[in-house]
Structures are given as structure tokens and as C-alpha cells.
């Protein structure tokens, strides 16, 4: 039960004359306000404490009005986002239907001024276009559909969610519809303890969690704090998620909304009627790996690798240090350990190579083949230190030409990295003979990063899409699936070298002495 459900349970008990004096104050304090809130979620999420809310689900749940209700009602000083120029504009539109006039806005600005309110409203549409937030606070950051902002764009803007005015509060409010690509499994990833089915701890609609950055990884915690980080006391931030449906939305509810979500295809249906966060992605017609079977392979995966296995391949992807780890895929035939992430603040600047060649070793065993990624120049300090340490080790440069053909010799392709993620896709691929070899630890960002890529058919062969492109729809590196590309791409597997480990196991298998007699 929510908060707003044990007030409306407390109204509910009283004697039918205090219930008309409650409902009349309620009234009586509201008729100034531009806007109300529905009963309901919308309610609730008005009045939620959290510093960090996203409210979602179903499409027509009132989302997008809340923001705009909160800018108008609540908050002096507000930050209102769609991700394209074009969405925001409707975003404009839709004040006005609330508000009854334009007057007070400004279209070159992008600012509108409401007695002593001041609400920017805008676009993000280039990954770059966060900058254009930069150090400018607002007592209320909203985001208006989340799962078409990147991670970083959002981690970036609500840095400024401030007031100098201590009687007000400050919050970000997130709306959105569950994700239907790739790059919106961030926002299941951040809010997990309400969307993710397996979350260890899951949480309640409304339940309040506390979060702060350790190692730069985000980290639930245990109440407000102040919490030791690097010898420092920091106080964590609240978060929580709200469900909306499109039947706590009078306005829409009682239209034919409902049956035009419920005639869409079966993908989108999940997301906008069914507001399901965990069933919903729809693969591009051209997406180079499918979505299913990444988590087919998740489904494969068990803690242990598989008996009498090496370890085989390594892949690398280097950092230069900064905000981008430094990841290592472990690959024991086709089954994976979990990625190894080394934060890129960790990474010596000054011998940088000489570090990251002894964390490779560190974890590397059975003479196990180590790939590196040279295309970004991170790695070639870390490859020649291994090389000099006798380690074996390839470098791999995705923009290289390949030889390489798929597997039933008909398709070339027109550089390494295409012909990397094509023959990870038909290991993936669950209709060949004996299924698919490949195990892959459930990784939300993993499984953003390999399902990312497009691909088109050239006179030149597969080409897959650049990681520059797929990095920019992201906003952020593809590290996790570059490594486990790059790891099943070189190095000894079952099909070649089974017989090999087979006498391997023998040749360790204890020998039993018999007495002579």
C-alpha cells in the first residue's frame, strides 16, 4: 500500500462529515493551482519524497502532465526535456492547453515566465547538447520519456538539481514508457530494484531506496547516511519508481486510447499497453545481433565453466583512463565469466600499459590467448608489455581488412570488427546443430551494447556499424560487447581443439599404483 492509499483509507474511515470537511479543505487549497493532479499514482507521485522518481508504465497514464504540473504548481525554477527539438515543442503545446495562453513564453529562448516561476523547456537531441545544461540549476529536473536519453546525458544534467532558496525542494522527476531499443536499458538498470525481475532485493511501487557512487559504480545503500566514501562523508539520495495506467488517467480513459494501444504489435503492445519494463524491446530490422538470443545466453549461463575446459581467450578493450573502464571478457570455450571492470580512474596515466599488462595476468590462466584492442591507441603500451612477458597475445584493429568468411563461405566482410560481431552472431544463433555453445552472465549493459549495432549488405561484403555511430546512440562506450566479440573471435575452441583438451584430462587424471605381488 502507497502512501496516498493509507491517506485515502484514513478519509475513508472517518464519519461522513468529516470526509465533506477534509474534501472541502482540499478543495478550498487547491483553486489557486493551474493544475491538479488526477487521483491516483499521479497523486501519489506529486506528493512522493523521493529525490529521484520515475514515474511509468502504460502509455496515457498522465506522465507527461505531471511534469508539467510540478513546473507550474511546485517548483520555482524548472528544467522540462524531450530528447528531440521537435518533441519539445509539443511539450510547449501541451502547457498552453494547461495554462489557456502563451502568454509569458519566449520561443528563442526556450524560456517561459509565469509570475516569479521560470520554466526552460528544450531539447537534448545531439549526445553534446547536455553541455548547453551545463552549471545552470533548477530546483526541478524533468525528463519527459527517459529511455530516449542517454545514460550520460541524464547523469550529466541533473548534476544542477540545486536552489539557493532553502524552502525549496529540490527533485528530478523522470517520465517514461518501458524502452523498445537497446538504448533505453539503462533506466531498467538504474531503477532495478522496481523493474527488474531478478533483482536480488526487489522493491516496491513507491518504496523509497537509497543510492550514492562508490568506485563509480552506482550503489544502493543503506538509509541517507552520511556514508565513507574515499575517506569522505556523503549523504545518499533517495529513489523510487511509480506505476502509471492508462485507467488512473481520466482524461484519456474513458477515449478509445486503450483499444489503439491494444491493436499494436505484439512488441510495443508490452511496452505501451501492457507498460511491461522487462519484455518490450523490439529488434531493428537490421540489428546485427538479435535480442533473443543474447538472452538465450543469459538463460545458458551457470556460475561454474564447464568441466575439463581451459581458460581459452581473453579479449582487451583498453582505457586511456577517465570515465571509460578497462573490461576483460574471460572466455572458456563458449561459456563467459563475468566482465572484469577495471574503473578508468584506477589506471595509472603515467605507466598505464605496465598496469594494465599485470591486471591481464593477474587474471589470466591455462596459457590462456589474450586479444587486445588496438584500434582506440590504449592498447599498445599493454601489448607490448605482454609481448616482452612472453604472454601470447594478438592485437586486433576492428577498421583492419578480414579474410574471414561466414559460415557458409557466401558473405565477405568489409573490415575485422564486421566479421568479429557476424561470427558472434551465428555462435549465438539457437537454430544450429547442437544449438548455441555461448553461456553470457545477465549483463543489462552487455546486453545494450551487442544488440546496439545495425548492419547493411554492401558490394564490399557485411558491413556492421561503425562503434563511433554505436557509441554516440549509446552515450557511452561499447567496452562490455567489444570484449566478448573480440574474445570468441581468435582463440582455440571445442570444435578445434577438443581432442586436445580430452588428453589434457588424461594426462591430469590421477594414476593408481598397484602393489606387486
Same mark, same amino acid.
Given at each position: 500500500?502507497? /502512501?496516498?492509499?493509507?491517506?485515502?483509507?484514513?478519509?475513508?474511515?472517518?464519519?461522513?462529515?468529516?470526509?465533506?470537511?477534509?474534501?472541502?479543505?482540499?478543495i478550498e487549497a487547491t483553486k489557486a493551482w493551474v493544475w491538479v493532479p488526477n487521483t491516483g499514482p499521479q497523486t501519489e507521485a506529486y506528493y512522493c519524497e523521493a529525490d529521484e522518481l520515475l514515474?511509468?508504465?502504460?502509455?496515457?497514464?498522465? +506522465?507527461?502532465?505531471?511534469?508539467?504540473?510540478?513546473?507550474?504548481?511546485?517548483?520555482?525554477? @524548472?528544467?522540462?526535456?524531450?530528447?528531440?527539438?521537435?518533441?519539445?515543442?509539443?511539450?510547449?503545446?501541451?502547457?498552453?492547453? &494547461?495554462?489557456?495562453?502563451?502568454?509569458?513564453?519566449?520561443?528563442?529562448?526556450?524560456?517561459?515566465?509565469?509570475?516569479?516561476?521560470?520554466?526552460?523547456?528544450?531539447?537534448?537531441?545531439?549526445?553534446?547538447?547536455?553541455?548547453?545544461?551545463?552549471?545552470?540549476?533548477?530546483?526541478?529536473?524533468?525528463?519527459?520519456?527517459?529511455?530516449?536519453?542517454?545514460? @550520460?546525458?541524464?547523469?550529466? &544534467?541533473?548534476? #544542477?538539481?540545486?536552489?539557493?532558496?532553502?524552502?525549496?525542494?529540490?527533485?528530478?522527476?523522470?517520465?517514461?514508457?518501458?524502452?523498445?531499443?537497446?538504448?533505453?536499458?539503462?533506466? &531498467?538498470?538504474?531503477?532495478?530494484?522496481?523493474?527488474?525481475?531478478?533483482?536480488?532485493?526487489?522493491?516496491?511501487?513507491?518504496?523509497?531506496?537509497?543510492?550514492?557512487?562508490?568506485?563509480?559504480?552506482?550503489?544502493?545503500?543503506?538509509?541517507?547516511? $552520511?556514508?565513507?566514501?574515499?575517506?569522505?562523508?556523503?549523504?545518499?539520495?533517495?529513489?523510487?519508481?511509480?506505476?502509471?495506467? =492508462?485507467?488512473?488517467?481520466?482524461?484519456?480513459?474513458?477515449?478509445?486510447?486503450?483499444?489503439?494501444?491494444?491493436? =499494436?504489435?505484439?512488441?510495443?503492445?508490452?511496452?505501451? %499497453?501492457?507498460?511491461?519494463?522487462?519484455?518490450?524491446?523490439?529488434? /531493428?530490422?537490421?540489428?546485427?545481433?538479435?535480442? *533473443? #538470443?543474447?538472452?538465450?545466453?543469459?538463460?545458458?549461463?551457470?556460475?561454474?565453466?564447464?568441466?575439463?575446459?581451459?581458460?581459452?581467450?581473453?579479449?582487451?578493450? /583498453?582505457?586511456?583512463?577517465?570515465?571509460?573502464?578497462?573490461?576483460?571478457?574471460?572466455? %572458456? !570455450?563458449? #561459456?563467459?565469466?563475468?566482465?572484469?571492470?577495471?574503473?578508468?580512474?584506477?589506471?595509472?596515466?603515467?605507466?598505464?600499459?605496465?598496469?594494465?599488462?599485470?591486471?591481464?595476468? *593477474?587474471?589470466?590462466?591455462?596459457? /590462456?590467448?589474450?586479444?587486445?584492442?588496438?584500434?582506440?591507441?590504449?592498447?599498445?603500451?599493454?601489448?607490448?608489455? =605482454?609481448?616482452?612477458?612472453?604472454?601470447?597475445?594478438?592485437?586486433?584493429?576492428?577498421?583492419?581488412?578480414s579474410t574471414r568468411r561466414s559460415r557458409d563461405a557466401k558473405l565477405k566482410f568489409t573490415n575485422k570488427r564486421s566479421a568479429a560481431y557476424w561470427v558472434f552472431r551465428e555462435a549465438l544463433d539457437?537454430?544450429?546443430?547442437?544449438?548455441? $555453445?555461448?553461456?553470457?552472465?545477465? !549483463?543489462?549493459?552487455?546486453?545494450?551494447?551487442?544488440?546496439?549495432?545495425?548492419?547493411?549488405?554492401?558490394?564490399?561484403?557485411?558491413?556492421?556499424?561503425?562503434?563511433?555511430?554505436?557509441?554516440?546512440?549509446?552515450?557511452?562506450?561499447?567496452? %562490455?560487447?567489444?570484449?566478448?566479440?573480440?574474445?570468441?573471435?581468435?582463440?582455440?575452441?571445442?570444435?578445434?581443439?577438443?581432442?586436445? #583438451?580430452?588428453?589434457?584430462?588424461?594426462?591430469?587424471?590421477?594414476?593408481? +599404483?598397484?602393489?606387486?605381488?
Open positions: 500500500m502507497g /502512501a496516498l492509499d493509507e491517506v485515502m483509507e484514513r478519509i475513508r474511515s472517518l464519519p461522513a462529515e468529516q470526509q465533506k470537511a477534509v474534501i472541502e479543505s482540499a514515474f511509468g508504465g502504460e502509455a496515457g497514464g498522465g +506522465k507527461t502532465d505531471l511534469v508539467i504540473g510540478l513546473a507550474l504548481v511546485a517548483h520555482r525554477r @524548472s528544467l522540462v526535456l524531450r530528447r528531440t527539438n521537435k518533441e519539445a515543442e509539443n511539450l510547449v503545446d501541451r502547457f498552453q492547453e &494547461i495554462i489557456g495562453t502563451r502568454d509569458g513564453w519566449n520561443s528563442q529562448t526556450g524560456v517561459w515566465r509565469i509570475g516569479e516561476r521560470i520554466i526552460d523547456i528544450g531539447g537534448c537531441q545531439l549526445e553534446d547538447d547536455k553541455q548547453k545544461r551545463k552549471g545552470i540549476p533548477h530546483d526541478l529536473k524533468a525528463f519527459d520519456e527517459l529511455v530516449d536519453f542517454s545514460k @550520460s546525458q541524464y547523469e550529466f &544534467i541533473i548534476a #544542477w538539481n540545486r536552489s539557493t532558496d532553502p524552502n525549496q525542494r529540490c527533485r528530478i522527476v523522470a517520465t517514461s514508457n518501458p524502452p523498445t531499443r537497446p538504448e533505453g536499458l539503462w533506466v &531498467i538498470d538504474r531503477w532495478g530494484a522496481w523493474l527488474d525481475p531478478k533483482h536480488p532485493r526487489p522493491a516496491k511501487d513507491g518504496e523509497l531506496r537509497w543510492y550514492t557512487t562508490i568506485n563509480d559504480v552506482d550503489t544502493e545503500v543503506d538509509g541517507p547516511g $552520511p556514508h565513507m566514501v574515499d575517506g569522505e562523508p556523503v549523504m545518499a539520495k533517495s529513489r523510487t519508481f511509480i506505476r502509471s495506467q =492508462l485507467v488512473d488517467n481520466p482524461d484519456l480513459a474513458r477515449t478509445d486510447y486503450a483499444a489503439r494501444l491494444a491493436a =499494436l504489435p505484439k512488441e510495443l503492445r508490452a511496452a505501451y %499497453h501492457g507498460g511491461k519494463f522487462d519484455s518490450s524491446l523490439q529488434d /531493428a530490422p537490421n540489428q546485427a545481433v538479435p535480442t *533473443s #538470443w543474447v538472452r538465450m545466453a543469459f538463460a545458458r549461463w551457470s556460475p561454474d565453466p564447464p568441466a575439463g575446459v581451459p581458460m581459452c581467450t581473453m579479449g582487451v578493450d /583498453a582505457s586511456g583512463g577517465g570515465e571509460d573502464p578497462m573490461t576483460i571478457a574471460i572466455r %572458456h !570455450d563458449g #561459456w563467459y565469466a563475468p566482465i572484469v571492470k577495471v574503473p578508468g580512474k584506477e589506471l595509472p596515466v603515467d605507466r598505464l600499459g605496465a598496469y594494465a599488462a599485470g591486471v591481464v595476468i *593477474s587474471y589470466r590462466r591455462d596459457s /590462456a590467448l589474450v586479444v587486445v584492442d588496438l584500434g582506440g591507441g590504449y592498447g599498445g603500451s599493454m601489448y607490448e608489455h =605482454l609481448k616482452a612477458n612472453d604472454v601470447d597475445v594478438n592485437g586486433y584493429k576492428g577498421a583492419e581488412a539457437p537454430g544450429q546443430p547442437q544449438g548455441s $555453445p555461448i553461456a553470457l552472465c545477465e !549483463d543489462q549493459a552487455l546486453l545494450a551494447e551487442l544488440t546496439a549495432p545495425t548492419f547493411e549488405v554492401t558490394p564490399n561484403g557485411i558491413k556492421v556499424e561503425p562503434k563511433d555511430k554505436v557509441c554516440e546512440r549509446l552515450g557511452r562506450s561499447t567496452d %562490455h560487447a567489444d570484449a566478448v566479440v573480440m574474445a570468441w573471435f581468435e582463440g582455440p575452441k571445442e570444435t578445434s581443439h577438443a581432442l586436445e #583438451w580430452a588428453d589434457q584430462r588424461e594426462a591430469r587424471r590421477p594414476r593408481v +599404483k598397484y602393489p606387486k605381488v
